[in-house]
């Protein structure tokens, strides 16, 4: 029987997120491009944002799931034909789109159309990833970073808002 | 414009439901039902979970709009076949049980398995909400207020967990 | 009681949308738009996926209840603080893209990754009805026109796969 | 490369399920006990109806993956702490609900709610994989079986709607 804390659990994400190549501060960049149109903001703001989204137990699940099943499938412990899919990244596949869900549905709609955008518009760490396929397997791994910064931006937004929150607007 | 702060926006949300005959307490008890076999709990811990959720804008949105749709449909200001629909409360129509996902979903997979059973096993004030029909449009407001007590059980679900940080299980 | 059969659903829906100013060619046109990269297509399939969307019975309600809701809420039946959050298309209110998931949601997690891409990138008739506002409210609708597109464009994506099924690829 | 046409996938889907003691029989019972209230149905239908919820793309995908993941964690494949939240099918991990989802979400809102009651209240052969746990991993698998039934059970109660098309009731 396994024991840890959920800081514990936080501080294995992020090193397991480092291990494969993926620094907090590559998911920050995304969550700055996606809102810098929307106000003032500051990488320092991205990555406590980015940093508050890991720190959710459901992202936590998330991540170390999807980095437990490539690495699974990259071995060759997952069963045909569902090596091939995942190895492939099959256009119709969609389990690592669902899984992603999880992440995104917590914040909120403004999260659900930023994932939608960034799995379409592959930018910095998602492209680097998508990129890394052949030799590695990433299938279930971009798309949680997607979800991780397209969550991050969403709660941005949302703090932003609070800002001022004399107003609904 | 209209302008109100979270604060002001919570009250006014409360005080709607109220005026419809649902008080906190009312959802607090289906918390109490869904969360009993669970672990020790008391009332104050469920109306306090109850408050938590209401507190969050997505929850707000949802409770204003249910109670506004039910209203313009009541009062014969939504066009047909929609209002027909609404009015009763048809099996396959399912708008209302989409708008709760806006509730639901932030509060991870437990708050979605606690709202379908509440949706099929009707108990206390949605109950009380479901035999208004014929006299009252209480269509979308009978699953806000399961997807509020789903949420707020999945909320004490997390939190009493949280109370023994040192394991996951 | 008001009976009608799903034809004539699906004739009420196109015909409401067309009062609107939505033609089934413009949807088609974001459909042909999505996935003009992915391989040969005419306009004439995206047209056939749109109609075949449309006759689903989920999308039938959540493009009338969409209608009804925006119809009600121009016309003064809304109540406030709703009624503003609505008209103003406020950025967090969220309740018009979680009514497009009714849609976007039986078409795979394609649907979904469009959908979250026309949110952001508003083209053809979405930025028409987007530019409306101010004179009609058009919050719900366009998002609903946005989740028939998306999901029109998931299903072209799974036919034109089935005309190979020789491969999974 | 693997190829595989729809229903070389299904055929595969089917004898997985078989080899695990899952037959299309076992589900169908369930969504016979989900839909017996609702008007004269035979096994026979909902035998039916999971053939054709089986029979869908995203349904395969999901099986297929559900029974992968099982299988590598019972085989000590997947990395730790993952490994021992499914094994020990931790009520907090919540990624084996999402994964069902992809086949809920396709037959809308009753589909959800059937789902939910299932995840709460296990029958059948849901129960006799939960109680299966400690021998052998089913943490996936058991709610995958219980989004087909839920979905099953869904596509049954808008086809028999749909036999009486005259009326939306």
Redesign the interface.
């Known amino acids: 029987?396994?024991?840890?804390?959920?800081?514990e659990?936080y501080q294995?994400t992020v090193e397991r997120l480092e291990a494969r190549g993926i620094s907090l501060r590559s998911i920050a960049e995304i969550v700055f491009e996606l809102q810098r149109d929307y106000g003032e903001i500051t990488m320092d703001q991205c990555v406590e944002q980015v940093q508050a989204v890991l720190k959710k137990?459901?992202t936590i699940?998330?991540v170390?799931?999807a980095?437990?099943?490539d690495?699974?499938t990259q071995?060759g412990?997952?069963?045909?034909?569902?090596?091939?899919?995942i190895r492939?990244d099959?256009?119709?596949?969609?389990?690592d789109?669902?899984?992603s869900?999880?992440i995104v549905?917590?914040?909120?709609?403004?999260g659900?159309?930023?994932?939608?955008?960034l799995?379409?518009?592959k930018v910095g760490i998602i492209k680097e990833l998508d990129e890394r396929k052949g030799r590695e397997v990433t299938t279930f791994i971009d798309d949680i970073v997607g979800a991780v910064a397209a969550a991050a931006a969403s709660r941005l937004?949302?703090s932003n808002?609070?800002a001022n929150?004399?107003?609904?607007?």
């Open positions: 029987m396994y024991t840890y804390d959920m800081e659990l294995i137990r459901e699940h998330a170390l799931t980095l437990a099943i690495r699974a071995e412990h997952i069963e045909e034909p569902v090596a091939s899919m492939e099959q256009g119709l596949y969609g389990i789109e669902i899984l869900l999880s549905n917590i914040y909120g709609s403004i659900l159309t930023n994932f939608g955008f799995d379409k518009e937004a949302h808002d609070g929150p004399q107003s609904i607007q």
